[in-house]
């Protein structure tokens, strides 16, 4: 059974108070640091050799809870520890805590002030002698020729003579003028008059219909998607990373963004990651299976009894109408595309609000139970799925030879 999966698989069957005590034990081992794989030992008393010798400390740890657990290094670690709770919880109680001694002796040491103290210096003060300036008497102007008298100035007078009335040849001008300007203006004007004057013939005016526009014809942009082929499919940051965004299961559909590097880049309803080429089919065949058949299938093979409801009403509610229909869940966890609600016998994955898929836990269910349904959509060594035109239906088999099934609306 995949890492992933066994992580759900025990969050399905422990309680809250359980994972915080055991994360308070971790957090508290691992200090300011260590390896994983020491770590490990000091709890359990066993070693497993596949753990990282990278050291990480207690604030990683916090951290990485709080993250949403995506960084892969801490997963098998995590859930290693979280199978043996018991023998790890038990071990912890056992060990006598005693209160660390503090031997440190402070020593005072004297503090020695140093008087300083400060010369003073003599002001000294500089005056400015201040220039005495020369004043001269200036000299009176003399201009160089001499101003003549006012008898003299009384020659070169102009006599001023009354102004001559002018002549009144302007008014014969002007009317020359007008009379030209009329003139003209009728030689120029005439046609235009006798154009007025003729009698006018209607032209008659034909309506054409005007022809209807043709409608524009809309092209909707053509979305391409990809279906996981395998289960527990890993969804990178970035093509060839390490860091995981989201686990997959098989049968889930992205949306294509962009292909690089052996791996295409999908659309995770608000982010986005990277998955290899090799793990996804652009190719999904559909099946004549009806809707009514594959409900008939799941009330009939599958304990229902934990949800009191008919299945179709759960997915049309948000989490605070499935609190008020089933109670509260003893449990939650989110990743970076789901919420996730763990009832006794199952959980529900809520997206954007809403529920979109009934997980149950624990059936036993064989693929051979799903052999009425006909001709599976996808089938590999661990899983299998079915489609309706509403819902999906797919098996997941574990290496411990539990099952688990899911129901989700397409």
Same mark, same amino acid.
């Given at each position: 059974?995949?890492?992933?999966e066994?992580?759900?698989?025990?969050?399905?069957?422990?309680?809250?108070?359980?994972?915080?005590?055991?994360?308070?034990v971790i957090?508290?081992?691992?200090?300011?640091?260590?390896?994983?794989?020491?770590?490990f030992?000091?709890?359990?008393?066993?070693?497993?050799?596949?753990?990282?010798?990278?050291?990480?400390?207690?604030?990683?740890?916090a951290?990485?809870?709080?993250?949403?657990k995506?960084?892969?290094?801490?997963?098998?670690?995590?859930?290693?520890?979280?199978?043996?709770?018991?023998?790890?919880?038990?071990?912890?109680?056992?060990?006598?805590?005693?209160?660390?001694?503090?031997?440190?002796?402070?020593?005072?040491?004297p503090?020695?002030?140093?008087?300083?103290?400060?010369?003073?210096?003599?002001?000294?003060?500089?005056?400015?002698?201040?220039?005495?300036?020369?004043?001269?008497?200036?000299?009176?102007?003399?201009?160089?020729?001499?101003?003549?008298?006012?008898?003299?100035?009384?020659?070169?007078?102009?006599?001023?003579?009354?102004?001559?009335?002018?002549?009144?040849? =302007?008014?014969? @001008?002007?009317?020359? !003028?007008?009379?030209?300007?009329?003139?003209?203006?009728?030689? *120029? #004007?005439? $046609? +235009?008059?006798?154009?007025?004057?003729e009698?006018?013939?209607?032209?008659?005016?034909?309506?054409?219909?005007?022809?209807?526009?043709?409608?524009?014809?809309?092209?909707?942009?053509?979305?391409?998607?990809?279906?996981?082929?395998?289960?527990?499919?890993?969804?990178?940051?970035?093509?060839?990373?390490?860091?995981?965004?989201?686990i997959?299961?098989?049968?889930?559909?992205?949306?294509i963004l962009?292909?690089?590097?052996?791996h295409?880049?999908?659309?995770?309803?608000?982010?986005?990651?990277?998955?290899?080429l090799?793990?996804?089919?652009?190719?999904?065949?559909?099946?004549?299976?009806?809707?009514?058949?594959?409900?008939?299938?799941?009330?009939?093979?599958?304990?229902?009894?934990?949800? =009191?409801?008919? @299945?179709?009403d759960? !997915?049309?509610?948000?989490?605070?109408?499935?609190?008020?229909? *089933? #109670?509260? $869940? +003893?449990?939650?966890?989110?990743?970076?595309?789901?919420?996730?609600?763990?009832?006794?016998?199952?959980?529900?994955v809520?997206?954007q609000?809403?529920?979109?898929?009934?997980?149950?836990?624990?059936?036993?269910?064989?693929?051979?139970?799903?052999?009425?349904?006909?001709?599976?959509?996808?089938?590999?060594?661990?899983?299998?799925?079915?489609?309706?035109?509403?819902?999906?239906l797919?098996?997941?088999?574990?290496?411990n030879?539990?099952?688990?099934?899911?129901?989700?609306?397409?």
């Amino acid at each position: 059974m995949h890492v992933s999966e066994r992580l759900l698989q025990l969050y399905a069957d422990t309680n809250a108070t359980t994972r915080t005590k055991l994360q308070d034990v971790i957090k508290q081992n691992l200090g300011d640091g260590k390896s994983l794989s020491m770590s490990f030992e000091e709890l359990t008393g066993t070693t497993l050799e596949s753990l990282p010798t990278e050291e990480k400390s207690g604030a990683d740890f916090a951290a990485w809870i709080k993250d949403g657990k995506k960084d892969a290094t801490f997963l098998p670690y995590y859930v290693s520890l979280l199978e043996m709770h018991e023998d790890v919880l038990n071990k912890e109680a056992t060990v006598p805590q005693s209160a660390p001694i503090d031997k440190t002796t402070v020593k005072k040491t004297p503090i020695v002030e140093k008087a300083s103290g400060s010369a003073s210096e003599p002001t000294v003060v500089e005056t400015q002698k201040t220039e005495e300036r020369a004043t001269a008497a200036k000299p009176r102007y003399t201009p160089e020729i001499p101003v003549p008298s006012r008898a003299e100035r009384a020659k070169y007078q102009r006599t001023i003579e009354p102004a001559r009335p002018r002549r009144k040849s =302007g008014k014969w @001008i002007g009317v020359l !003028f007008l009379l030209a300007l009329l003139i003209g203006g009728g030689y *120029i #004007g005439y $046609p +235009y008059v006798m154009d007025l004057l003729e009698p006018k013939q209607e032209a008659k005016v034909v309506e054409e219909t005007p022809k209807p526009d043709p409608e524009p014809v809309v092209q909707e942009p053509e979305t391409n998607y990809v279906w996981l082929a395998s289960k527990n499919v890993n969804l990178v940051s970035e093509p060839n990373g390490t860091t995981v965004t989201y686990i997959g299961d098989i049968g889930d559909r992205y949306e294509i963004l962009k292909e690089q590097d052996e791996h295409v880049e999908v659309n995770l309803d608000g982010t986005t990651a990277w998955v290899p080429l090799d793990s996804v089919t652009t190719e999904w065949p559909t099946r004549d299976l009806t809707d009514s058949a594959l409900l008939d299938w799941v009330n009939t093979n599958l304990n229902n009894d934990w949800l =009191g409801e008919a @299945i179709p009403d759960f !997915f049309a509610m948000n989490e605070a109408a499935l609190t008020e229909t *089933i #109670g509260a $869940p +003893y449990g939650r966890e989110t990743d970076a595309l789901n919420d996730y609600a763990f009832y006794n016998g199952g959980f529900f994955v809520i997206q954007q609000d809403k529920v979109h898929a009934i997980d149950w836990t624990n059936t036993q269910t064989t693929r051979e139970a799903f052999s009425p349904l006909g001709e599976p959509v996808l089938e590999t060594d661990d899983a299998v799925v079915y489609e309706s035109e509403t819902y999906s239906l797919r098996l997941f088999e574990g290496t411990n030879g539990q099952t688990r099934v899911r129901l989700t609306e397409k």
